[in-house]
């Protein structure tokens, strides 16, 4: 099984940066399909960004494309998203999911079998 943690979230200002962090622990050699998403109130939760773990491919939702950047550091078995140029539309809680497949099935909630607790993300004009 794997086991995920988020943590990162915080407060700041349009145009503003943050580095969210989700510690991975899987007791399974089989690739991971990593992904965030987020959710707002009165919104659906949606995919933000994707990667593979060890190593494949990664996806990025539209929306973020160009201002966030999902990476992975396998010694710390740790994944982050940087987000850049933060906007309001970005405040949401954020969390990690997992799922042990092939191939990714890159944003899709029912995917993923397991989920971090969130991180709540909140950007001010």
Known sequence: QVQLEESGGGSVQAGGSLRLSCSVSA???SVICLNWFRQ????EREGVAGVAIPRGGSYYAASVKGRFAISQDNVKNTVYLQMNSLKPEDTAMYYCAAAVSAPCRWGDVRHSNYWG???QVTVSS
């Open 27 to 29: 007791d399974t050699r």
């Open 117 to 119: 607790q969130g991180t």
């Open 40 to 43: 707002a109130p009165g919104k």
